[in-house]
Nanobody, 115 residues
Framework: QVQLLESGGGLVQAGGSLRFSCAAS????????MGWYRQAPGKQRELVAT???????NIANSVKGRFTISRDSAKNTVYLQMNGLKPEDTAVYYC?????????WGQGTQVTVSS
């Protein structure tokens, strides 16, 4: 079983910054994809950013240039640095890990950006 422990998030003014971390524990293969998705009220869950165990990244166009994803493979931990936050970034952010054809989700963390 895999567990994901999220930290970070909260309330910030527009233009501010937040940093997420997500630590995975349990039986994890050496090849994985981890990252964040978000879901705003009344909208579908969407990809924010992912990173593979090999370091390849995939960043949504809506956050490209503002958000940065990085990893510490030795700790099975990924980080999401969010700069230049906008009110439209307000959502519940979910950490996810995919490996061995399975996907695991964190509990979700609220991010609220005030204008």
């Amino acid at each position: 079983q895999v567990q994901l422990l999220e930290s970070g998030g909260g309330l910030v003014q527009a233009g501010g910054s937040l940093r997420f971390s997500c630590a995975a524990s349990g039986s994890i293969s050496r090849v994985w994809v981890m990252g964040w998705y978000r879901q705003a009220p009344g909208k579908q869950r969407e990809l924010v950013a992912t990173i593979t165990s090999g370091g390849s990244t995939n960043i949504a166009n809506s956050v490209k240039g503002r958000f940065t994803i990085s990893r510490d493979s030795a700790k099975n931990t990924v980080y999401l640095q969010m700069n230049g936050l906008k009110p439209e970034d307000t959502a519940v952010y979910y950490c996810a890990l995919a490996h061995d054809s399975r996907t695991f989700w964190g509990q979700g963390t609220q991010v609220t950006v005030s204008s």
